[in-house]
């Protein structure tokens, strides 16, 4: 796996440049080459990743999405297997590293500066603006991956995207990532995970005073769907 997952993250970062620079691949159609990135990934690792719930999202419409983390292979499962046209929300310093970076931003990876003032309000807006014009997108409201398995609290800075784009947001719960690889391990051991998809809420009905209030009722919803219930 230290050969495959290099080697399969440069040559997809390479196949999005050039499909999207040079032969105008729109962002996506592109989305086939990290989908075939991630299930690769998982198939050498002997992981399967199961889906329920997609009943509950409409076709063509975007949506944010917040997961629970549990494991820094929550990006190939859901990369892989979550058949939704989404992009990925991420800390502006990765946009700079060579031809990784390169492939983020071509796949239509959205930057965002984590510093605190202007320039992290204007990044938010920006997202925001891309949501609300049709891109969906996920979020790790938790901030960083589970230690111990357990769901962590949320936090609200996420919420500003939603309630600003007026976008519905869907809890997603990602069970079996811990076990598959937890947080401090290098190598992914052969497993399953199952990705459940709950009912859209509403961000309509808060306001930004209310972000923490929407970030708690998410973290209910998410929990109860890691239950089945």
């Excluded at 290099?6 to 040079?22: D, K, R």
């Excluded at 991630?38 to 002997?46: E, H, L």
């Excluded at 003032?117 to 920006?126: Q, V």
């Excluded at 891309?130 to 997108?137: E, L, P």
Aim: with cysteine.
């Amino acid at each position: 796996m230290l050969i495959v997952i290099p080697a399969t993250t440069i040559l997809t970062s390479i196949w999005v440049v050039l499909g999207t620079v040079f032969l105008r691949v729109s962002t996506t159609r592109i989305k086939i080459a990290p989908r075939c990135w991630s299930r690769i990934i998982a198939r050498c690792t002997g992981v399967k990743v199961a889906v329920e719930g997609m009943e509950n999202l409409e076709p063509d419409r975007p949506y944010i999405l917040v997961a629970n983390h549990q494991s820094q292979y929550d990006i190939f499962a859901l990369d892989g297997y979550l058949m939704v046209d989404f992009r990925w929300l991420a800390k502006k310093e990765l946009f700079r590293i060579p031809l990784v970076g390169w492939g983020m931003r071509a796949a239509g990876s959205i930057p965002i500066d984590r510093s605190h003032g202007r320039k992290a309000m204007k990044s938010l807006a920006e997202a925001a603006e891309r949501i609300a014009s049709g891109t969906s997108v996920v979020i790790f409201p938790e901030g960083t991956r589970t230690r111990d398995g357990n769901l962590q609290h949320f936090k609200a800075g996420g919420m500003y995207l939603a309630i600003k784009s007026g976008v519905d947001v869907v809890p997603v719960a990602i069970v079996g990532g811990y076990d598959v690889l937890p947080k401090g391990k290098w190598l992914p051991k052969p497993g399953r995970m199952l990705i459940r998809v709950g009912k859209p809420v509403s961000s309509k009905d808060y306001t930004q005073k209310q972000k923490q209030e929407l970030a708690d009722l998410l973290h209910d919803r998410v929990a109860e769907l890691i239950e089945g219930k």
